[in-house]
C-alpha cells in the first residue's frame, strides 16, 4: 500500500471516530435535556407543570 493510501485510510478512519464522538455527545445532551414546561391533556382536564 502506497504512503498516499495509507494515509486516505488512516483520514477516513480519524472522521468516522470524530463522527462517532460528536454523535455521543449529541444523544448524551439530548438525553439530559428536561423540558421546561410539560402540558398533559387527560380524562380529569388540562394539566401544565413548569419550573417557574
Known sequence: MSRN???A???VIAV???AVVAFA???YQQQQARPGI???VD???ISVDGNG
Open 16 to 18: 468516522l471516530a470524530v
Open 25 to 27: 455527545i449529541y444523544t
Open 38 to 40: 410539560e402540558v398533559r
Open 5 to 7: 493510501g495509507l494515509f
Open 43 to 45: 380524562e380529569t382536564g
Open 9 to 11: 485510510v488512516i483520514a
